[in-house]
């Protein structure tokens, strides 16, 4: 008997809800110890293989030494570390002891590791010795801390050597079954709209990633599959580190930072078919040389919306359509434009899809919480009994958690606006504080950007509104020339016809500014509230 995408959504929801569900044995130890788990690329493309049973083995004597720290269940482990081997075994034993991960992203500096380090029971920071000059004390970073360090490098002050951790013979520990209820991961949100809150990610919201991986990516047997995205951040950490890892499958981690042509030799060399990535990536791979001998089947993207462009390019240059997905830190992916067979359909071009089987997302109006009508543009919501949705709340920030749900708490509201067609396709339109309000009109961003970026001479493009005296709001627009584009007035007029003509009068940019590029947090989202401060004069 075939088992339906909700038949699964609801079998996932019960074996990683359950309530003697344990992280280890689910995604390491029940798996064949022989089965490839991760293999570890170098910029030479040399790699290593990594199997599920040297990853028990190891995580076990890392485990023991930990519970020999003092770590116990519930404490936070931070990482500060890039994509290796160590960071994978040092998950898997924070995970067998009912600790809960921390990542750090590793551009961040001492301020951002302080923030996510600090009164929230972290224990120890595991480090690459590449990182840990960033741990030292500085007027960030105290030297009166309530954790240490483990580092991968030469041990400093009373640092711990992470190899020693390796070395352990002590017995190995009993996993601890934290069940579905129990934390994970502590990720934060990326801060865009105010200071950085702390996610808790459940061991039951692994549903919701494998179901990701499973319909969404369409990560199928004899697939080599490549998520590019950081670990630091929940699109990596979930769907190139977790979900695989869940799944008994191979990943591949590529451990050095990303270049378009090494991108393209690691495509080639490895026969990588599923391949995701953000738009930004994208954009880098276009303006780089194609090698013979890629064979690709399935590109996915995610992270900030795909512009229309970067599609006509892959088709043209690839045969093959990249596919929007849209989620977040909170949710998990939750509106694909899947790739599963059993799912999959036209794609219509600035679309992120349907909703995910599992989670039932509705578009409420911007004044009320009725739904929107098809095409009028309302806040993204998702209703608090879909079977994967399991994220309740911010740690230790009540206001911010309340602020995310309706008062009846019906819907998780995700601070994004869209628009739902006659055919039940999503578009995403712009962060709620990111509509520009001219004239009585409401101006999403999305569209504009989508416009210039068309233009061949327009690599980047944001577009944000600044105050005006006779309408309340005028559009403008940041952008960033093509290589070898020398913009002028002309440039600005043709972009500003080219609005005109592709969207309509009223929204085209009453400015254009070219600047060499556009801010960004760490995780490639356009700081749009940046441009506004810099630009409203």
């Keep these: 008997m075939t088992t339906t995408p909700i038949q699964r959504a609801g079998q996932l929801r019960d074996e990683y809800g359950a309530a003697d569900a344990d992280a280890a044995e689910l995604l390491c130890d029940r798996h064949p110890a022989e089965a490839v788990a991760f293999t570890f690329v170098q910029p030479d493309l040399s790699s290593v293989d990594v199997t599920f049973g040297e990853l028990r083995e190891k995580s076990e004597r890392v485990a023991a030494a930990l519970v020999q720290l003092g770590v116990a269940e519930g404490d936070r482990v931070a990482t500060l570390m890039g994509k290796s081997q160590e960071l994978v075994i040092a998950l898997l034993a924070i995970w067998r002891l009912g600790a809960v991960h921390v990542p750090l992203f590793t551009a961040f500096a001492p301020g951002a590791i302080a923030m996510r380090v600090t009164g929230n029971g972290t224990k120890f920071v595991i480090t690459d010795g590449a990182q840990r000059a960033k741990l030292a004390p500085s007027a960030d970073l105290p030297a009166e801390r309530d954790w240490r360090v483990i580092t991968t490098g030469a041990p400093e002050d009373d640092d711990v050597a992470f190899a020693d951790l390796l070395e352990n013979t002590g017995p190995a520990p009993k996993s601890v079954a934290v069940g579905g209820d129990g934390v994970l991961v502590e990720l934060f949100t990326s801060g865009t709209t105010g200071t950085p809150k702390a996610v808790p990610m459940r061991l039951g919201g692994m549903a919701g990633v494998v179901m990701y991986l499973e ?110 997905h849209y989620g977040q830190t909170e949710t998990g992916m939750t509106v694909v434009n899947a790739w599963h067979p059993d799912l999959i359909a036209d794609i219509k071009i600035g679309s992120m899809g ?17 739904p929107a009508p098809p095409g009028e543009p309302g806040r993204v919501a998702i209703a608090t009994s879909s079977p994967l949705l399991t994220f309740r709340g911010y740690r230790n920030a009540p206001e911010a958690s309340a602020a995310r749900f309706t008062a009846d708490g019906k819907w998780y509201l995700t601070g994004d606006v869209a628009a739902r067609d006659d055919d039940g396709y999503l578009s995403f339109a712009s962060r709620d504080d990111d509509v520009i309000l001219m004239a009585g009109y409401r101006i999403g961003p999305f569209e504009v950007e989508s416009v210039l970026t068309s233009h061949d001479s327009i690599s980047e493009a944001a577009v944000v509104g600044v105050p005006d005296e006779l309408r309340g709001e005028v559009l403008i627009a940041v952008a960033v020339a093509s290589p070898g584009v020398e913009p002028d007035d002309t440039l600005t007029g043709d972009l500003q016809q080219l609005v005109k003509q592709k969207l309509a009068a ?27 401060e810099r630009f409203r004069d």
């Design 215 to 324: 319909y969404g990516i369409d990560y199928a047997d004899g697939d080599v599959f490549w998520n590019i995205a950081d670990p630091g951040w929940a699109y990596g950490l979930y769907i190139a580190i977790l979900a695989p890892m869940a799944s008994g499958k191979r990943s591949l981690l590529v451990c050095a930072p990303f270049d378009p042509v090494l991108t393209w030799r690691v495509l080639r060399h490895f026969g990588v078919t599923n391949f995701a990535a953000a738009p930004t990536v994208y954009r880098a791979l276009r303006n780089s040389p194609i090698p013979e001998g890629v064979s690709l089947r399935r590109l996915s993207s995610a992270g900030e919306p795909l512009t229309p462009d970067v599609i006509t390019w892959s088709k043209q240059a690839l045969g093959l359509e990249i596919r929007d």
């Design 354 to 370: 349907h909703p995910m089987p599992g989670y039932t997302v509705e578009i409420l109006r911007l004044d009320s919480e009725e």
């Design 506 to 532: 009223h929204v085209y940019p009453r400015r254009i500014h070219f600047v060499p590029d556009l801010p960004k947090t760490p995780s490639g989202k356009v700081q749009r509230y940046l441009l506004r």
